[in-house]
């Protein structure tokens, strides 16, 4: 079964202080995809987002069109 990763407009916020600002990623298997960036950059917020650890402060994540 594929499956399908929207992040549309995402906003991540700890307290006052913004670690992911609009983001949008449209993320379909069988593709295998990466994330590189600095320290700080929000590689981790976004993986907790997707894992559903985390929700995000404003924004869509959808998966499998759910």
Not at 11 to 20: C, M, N, R, V
Request: aromatic letters at 8%.
């Amino acid at each position: 079964m594929d499956m399908h990763l929207l992040f549309n407009k995402v906003d991540l916020f700890y307290g006052k202080e913004q670690a992911l600002h609009n983001i949008t990623l449209d993320l379909k298997s069988p593709k295998i995809y990466g994330l590189i960036g600095r320290n700080g950059s929000g590689k981790t917020s976004l993986l907790s987002i997707a894992s559903n650890y985390r929700k995000q402060s404003s924004g869509e994540v959808k998966l499998n069109n759910a």
